[in-house]
């Protein structure tokens, strides 16, 4: 596992300490600007297009009418994604005190739907390539908040997408990831109390 573990992840991955802190970030990551929205694997357009006559009803008036005028994902296969409002939230984005949330995923605690969202949504900040061969730890000023809390907590990013990593790449495979992403941490750790000259 460690060539595949050294090949087709970002190290960041292993090292970066990191949880989401919504109620600082007020769900930044579901509105940046930039026209493009979550990305979509192709399977996961029948899902959007099932999802959405159930989470209509959470939608504020603005986004049905975008919805309506654009549909609710635009693109083409191996590169579709949703739309978005004002080229900023999401088109399934809902308020509630402040912080900018999925309609989908409300849904799905609600038990309306067996789909939670987006795998993008559910992975980020980590990327997967179209291919799947790929990990990448993608940085942005919004998620500070993230980066401290995980800090002190000390919440590896690795542990934090225990859920998406296993719906991605199935819970042996996570498990096999999570033991070697251990080994490597360690052993970066010991590596810098040597430098430091404390080991």
């Known amino acids: ?13 292993v090292t970066e300490r ?3 802190n919504v109620s600082a970030c007020k769900g930044a990551c579901c509105t940046l600007p ?12 029948a899902e959007i297009e099932k999802a959405f006559p159930i989470v209509r009803k959470y939608l504020s008036e603005s986004h049905l009418r975008v919805i309506e005028a ?15 409002v004002d080229d900023k939230d999401c088109v399934f984005v809902i308020r509630e005190e402040g912080v900018a949330r999925c309609s989908i995923e409300k849904a799905f605690f609600r038990g309306e739907t ?7 949504c559910h992975l980020f900040p980590v990327r997967v390539s179209r291919d799947g061969s790929r990990l990448h730890y993608e940085r942005i000023g919004e998620c500070l908040p993230g980066v401290e809390r995980g800090v002190k907590e000390d919440v590896p990013l690795y542990e934090f ?10 819970a042996a495979w996570y498990d096999e990831f999570r033991s070697e992403c251990r080994r490597m941490d360690a052993g970066r750790t010991d590596d810098d109390e040597a430098v430091d000259g404390r080991a």
């Open 1 to 13: 596992m460690t060539t595949l573990v050294k090949s087709i992840v970002d190290e960041a991955i």
């Open 70 to 84: 654009q549909g609710l994902f635009e693109g083409e296969p191996g590169s579709y994604h949703t739309n978005c």
């Open 34 to 45: 930039g026209g493009r929205g979550a990305p979509l694997d192709d399977d996961e357009l």
């Open 114 to 120: 067996q789909w939670r969202k987006p795998l993008s």
């Open 161 to 170: 997408l225990r859920e998406p990593l296993e719906r991605k790449f199935g």
């Open 18 to 20: 990191f949880a989401c």
